[in-house]
C-alpha cells in the first residue's frame, strides 16, 4: 500500500497547492502556535485525509483555519483521539484517565488548563 504521508510538492493538487498558500500567508501573518516549536518545520499532505499541514522535528502538526491563523491539531497517545484544543475539549469527559492526564498536559502548557477545571 502506498504511504499516503507526503513531503513531495509534485503530489500536492491544486486544491493542495492553495491550502499551502493559505497556511504560509497565516504564518506570516499571525506566527506558528504558541506550543509549536519551530524546528524542522515542514509542510506535508496527507493523501488519504486530504489534510495539509506543519509538521516539525517534534511531530507536531499545525493547520490553518479559515480566519488565516495557525493552530495545533493533537493527537492523544492512548486513544488516538485527534483535533483541535477545542475538538477534544469537548471529548474530555469521555476520554480515559491517562488521556485526560496527557491532555491537562497539552492545557497547561498552553495556559488553558482552567478550561478544564471549570467546565
Do not use: H
Not at 480515559?96 to 478550561?115: C, G, H, L, M, P
Request: charged content about 35%.
Amino acid at each position: 500500500m502506498d504511504n499516503p504521508y507526503t513531503e513531495n510538492l509534485a503530489d500536492f493538487g491544486y486544491r493542495e497547492q492553495d491550502e499551502a498558500k493559505d497556511i504560509f500567508e497565516a504564518w506570516k501573518l499571525n506566527g506558528l502556535p504558541s506550543d509549536f516549536e519551530n524546528d524542522g518545520v515542514k509542510l506535508a499532505f496527507n493523501k488519504n485525509s486530504g489534510y495539509v499541514f506543519l509538521t516539525n522535528s517534534e511531530y507536531q502538526v499545525a493547520m490553518c483555519d479559515g480566519d488565516k491563523k495557525l493552530y495545533s491539531f493533537y493527537s492523544s497517545p492512548y486513544e488516538g483521539k485527534e483535533g483541535s484544543f477545542e475538538d477534544l475539549k469537548e471529548e474530555y469527559e469521555d476520554m480515559n484517565s491517562e488521556d485526560k492526564e496527557w491532555f491537562f498536559d497539552v492545557a497547561e502548557n498552553i495556559n488553558r488548563q482552567q478550561e478544564l477545571t471549570n467546565g
